[in-house]
Every structure is written in C-alpha cells, then in structure tokens.
Nanobody, 122 residues
Framework: QVQLVESGGGLVQPGGSLRLSCAAS????????MDWYRQAPGKQRELVAGFTSGGTTNYADSVKGRFTISRDNAKNTVYLQMNSLKPEDTAVYYC????????????????WGQGTQVTVSS
C-alpha cells in the first residue's frame, strides 16, 4: 500500500504565499507521476501543476507565473510553492501519484492524498 501525506495548507491573505508538501511512502518501486490538483466548492477537480513524462513542468493557465512545482525524488516528495495567492485559489488541494509498486510488473496504480485546505481571504 502507498500513502500520500500532504501538509502546508491554511488561511492566508490575498497576495500571500503558502508551500504545500506531499510525501509518498509505502510499497514504492518507482513514482512515474506526482502532481497537484485542487477542487473548489461546486467545481470539478482540476490539475494545478504537474510534471510531463519528459520531466518538464506544466501548469494550469490560472496559476502560471505564481505557482511552482518541484520534487525531491530521493524523498518521494513533491512541493507546490504558491505565491501571490488570490481568493479564487481557495480550494482543497490534493496530491496525486502514479506508482509502480513491483519491480517485476510494469503495472501502475493511482493514489490520492487526503487533501489540504487552502483558504485565501482577508
């Protein structure tokens, strides 16, 4: 089993910053994707930031220039630095990972974290 544990959410004023972390643990052979999603009340879950298969980053248009995704492969951890936060960034942020759990199988499995609330309000 694989667990994703997020941290770093909270309440911040508009224009402020937060840094989210997501650490993966458990039966991990390799992590082939590790992304951040968010879901605001009444809206569908959307991709905020992630890494392409080639290792480059991609962002939702709404966060480009403000958010930065990074990862530490040795720690199986992904980060999301969020700057210049806006009220419309308010949502539950979820970490997602696509994990290969066995060396002898190429099967990949999807895992989600429990979510961390980010609220941007004055």
């Amino acid at each position: 089993q694989v667990q994703l544990v997020e941290s770093g959410g909270g309440l911040v004023q508009p224009g402020g910053s937060l840094r989210l972390s997501c650490a993966a643990s458990g039966s991990i052979f390799s992590i082939n994707a590790m992304d951040w999603y968010r879901q605001a009340p009444g809206k569908q879950r959307e991709l905020v930031a992630g890494f392409t298969s080639g290792g480059t980053t991609n962002y939702a248009d709404s966060v480009k220039g403000r958010f930065t995704i990074s990862r530490d492969n040795a720690k199986n951890t992904v980060y999301l630095q969020m700057n210049s936060l806006k009220p419309e960034d308010t949502a539950v942020y979820y970490c997602y990972a696509k994990v290969r759990i066995r060396a002898y199988s190429t099967a990949e499995y999807d895992y989600w974290g429990q979510g961390t609330q980010v609220t941007v309000s004055s």
